[in-house]
Every structure is written in structure tokens, then in C-alpha cells.
């Protein structure tokens, strides 16, 4: 079992990884909360595929249907509402058990119910077990945008478990792709103590990775979390270095939009922003063309679903109203040496110039 302890200000908390049977880590679940109330927000599609095994009693489950679009103020509003029938105390657990959505939105009720209540996770996609699983942050949709309303609320522990992402369909184990991908090309800039070269690791173990061989999918989960702890831990409420976790996301976003986040997964637009931020850093010489080819061939070895062009023009006004903009310039994180980011503040025009 593979152990990564995340300190924050609030507390630590442990991620453990294991490829164990999955009635073995409901076991190790259900010893940890001792007996206490609890309530399981569990996504749709993984009661179907695991319910039998998981056994969580009806009254303590909260099925979300599948998609970004469950993210609302209503699941959030039944969530704490089933919470209350249930008659959950300030003793009382969540366990989320599910990708991104299930996490934020349990999370969101987990750190509100009764001021801040035990929250666990178990993240079963790969973007979540990377990403939503490491850092605390918690979440719903709005009409006005996505993540809107949130906190920052650790969890009092994350179980991952890679056999879960063995059934996971191949859209969504792209989408996680696309985010370990970033992590490899800003590996030097979250100042990890191991030097673990994610680039090296993705171009030798693709084949094993793309297979999904629990092994190798463990080994590259435990390298995304190490390097996304070293960075939450050093700026955990994202003044600064918890910035370049967006890497490629400025455009991604924009691209998400202009589709209404039906044609493309969260990582296949990351993926193209990453394109985009390489040829900006190429124009602006910010990198040599051998950097540019060596991070295409990376690309590549994951075959990930090409992106239309979409006017460029249509593209900057997006990222303008991005409200991390000041309406004149959009601060971008571009590659600037291997597995190096830095912050870099672009104009609407030098973006159309990448046409
Ligand atoms: N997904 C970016 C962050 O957690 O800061």
C-alpha cells in the first residue's frame, strides 16, 4: 500500500493507494468511521457496476446521476436534506464515492452540514484520483459559471483504489490522461523534493498506462499526487504556485465554453490548451522548437481526440472575461524550459497571431 500524507493548515490527512478487492476497501472504509452515522454520495453509473459489492444500506445512499450538470445547488439542498433525515450528527461521516462531481458536491455538504462534518473520499476516475481528490477544494455549479460556490475543506482521508478505473470508459480515462499529462510539463515548477521526470516515466510506460495496468496506473497516481501536494501545500488557497496547476486551462476553458461542455472532455480541451500555450511560448521564444517537437511526442503516445479550430478571435474574447483577467490582458502560463512554467501576461492580438 502506497501512503502520501497531505498537510494542511487545518489538518493532515493520508491518501492511501491500494489495488485491493474493492469488498476489502469497503471493509477498511466502514472500520475507520467505528460505527458512526453516515452518508455515502454515491455516482450512478459506479453503484451499478459495484453496489452488490459495496453493500451501503438504501437509506445511507445518495445516488447522483452522472455529468458536470448534477453539480447544483439542488443535489447540494437533497444531499443535506437525506443528512438530516438521516438524522447525521456533527459526529457523523460523508464518503463520496465517485469522480469529480460526487466529490465537490458531498464535499461542499460535508464542510457546510452542521458547520463542517468528516468527509471521505474515494475518487473512482482518474481525473479525480489526480486532481479533485488532492487539495481541498470543494464545489457547485451556478448558472453564472461553474464552481462558483465553494470552500476549502480537507478530508479526513482519500482511498484510491486503481481497480476501479479498469471499468472506467475510455472517454473519461483520456479526460484523467490529459491532467497527468499537464503535471508533466510543469513537473519542476511544483518544487517537489523527488525528481520523479513524469515525461521520462509517460514515454516509457504508455503502453502499460493506456492497458490500464493497476501496477503502473498506482506508480503514475502516486508521481500526480506528490507533485500536486508539494505545490497545495506551499499555497493551499491559490494565491500564487497553485496557479500553475492551470496550466493549458485558459484556453481549455474558453474551448469549453464556445462547445457548451458536451463536445469535449475536461482533459481533451486541457490537451489543446497545452498545444496552444507550446506554439505561444515558440512564438514569443520563449522555448526551442526541440522542447515544442519533445512535448508533441509525449502528446502523441496518448492519442487523444483532435480538437476543431476554433477562431482565435472568438477564443480571446472568451478568455478576456475570464475572471482572472483584467479585460485587457490574459495572464497565461506558458512553458518556458523542460517541465518549466512561468507566468507570462498576453494581448488579445498576440493570441489571434497563433492562427
Ligand atoms: N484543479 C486545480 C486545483 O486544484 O487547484
Known amino acids: 500500500m502506497i501512503e502520501v500524507k497531505i498537510k494542511s493548515s487545518e489538518k493532515k490527512y493520508p491518501i492511501f493507494i491500494e489495488n485491493e478487492a474493492i469488498a476489502d476497501l469497503r471493509e477498511k472504509i466502514f472500520s475507520s468511521i467505528n460505527g458512526r452515522n453516515y452518508l455515502v454520495v454515491i455516482s450512478q453509473k459506479v453503484e ?13 445512499k445518495f445516488v447522483l446521476k452522472d455529468g458536470e450538470k448534477e453539480k447544483t445547488f439542488k443535489n447540494y439542498k437533497k444531499i443535506l436534506e437525506h443528512a438530516l433525515k438521516l438524522k447525521l450528527t456533527r459526529k457523523s461521516v460523508i464518503i463520496a464515492i465517485g469522480g469529480g462531481v460526487a466529490g465537490d458536491l458531498a464535499g461542499f455538504a460535508a464542510s457546510t452540514y452542521m458547520r463542517g462534518i468528516d468527509f471521505i473520499q474515494v475518487p473512482t476516475t482518474l481525473l479525480a484520483c489526480v486532481d479533485s481528490s488532492v487539495g481541498g477544494k470543494t464545489a457547485i455549479d451556478t448558472d453564472f459559471g461553474k464552481n462558483l460556490v465553494g470552500t476549502f475543506y480537507q478530508p479526513k482521508a482519500v482511498y484510491i483504489n486503481p481497480k476501479f478505473l479498469k471499468t472506467l470508459d475510455d472517454k473519461q480515462f483520456k ?12 513537473e519542476k515548477s511544483c518544487q517537489c523534493e523527488i525528481d520523479y521526470n513524469l515525461t521520462n ?13 493497476e501496477k503502473t496506473l498506482a506508480k503514475l497516481i502516486e508521481i500526480c499526487i506528490n507533485l500536486k501536494k508539494s505545490v ?12 500553475i496547476l492551470n496550466f493549458g486551462h485558459t484556453y ?27 506554439n505561444l511560448a ?10 515544442k517537437f519533445f512535448a ?12 476543431c479550430q476554433y477562431k482565435l478571435d472568438k477564443i480571446a474574447k472568451i ?4 475572471k482572472k483577467s483584467d479585460g485587457k490582458e490574459i495572464t497565461f502560463i506558458l512553458p518556458s524550459d523542460y517541465s518549466v512554467v512561468k507566468f507570462l501576461n498576453i494581448t488579445p492580438d498576440e493570441i489571434i497571431a497563433c492562427q
Open 48 to 60: 451499478k457496476l459495484y453496489g452488490k459489492i459495496l453493500k451501503i444500506p438504501k437509506t445511507n
Open 175 to 186: 479526460s484523467g490522461l490529459g491532467e497527468v499529462v499537464k503535471y508533466s510539463f510543469i
Open 201 to 213: 516515466f509517460l514515454t516509457e510506460k504508455f503502453s502499460e498506462i493506456l492497458s490500464r495496468d
Open 232 to 243: 497545495v501545500e506551499k499555497d493551499e488557497k491559490e494565491n500564487n504556485l497553485r496557479q
Open 252 to 278: 481549455a476553458h474558453a474551448i469549453e465554453k464556445i462547445t457548451n461542455y458536451k463536445k469535449y472532455t475536461h482533459g481533451e480541451a486541457v490537451i489543446e490548451g497545452i498545444k496552444f500555450a507550446f
Open 282 to 291: 515558440l512564438k514569443k521564444n520563449l522555448i526551442d522548437k526541440n522542447y
Open 296 to 307: 508533441d511526442d509525449v502528446i502523441k503516445k496518448f492519442n487523444f481526440k483532435q480538437i
Open 319 to 322: 478568455m478576456l472575461m475570464d
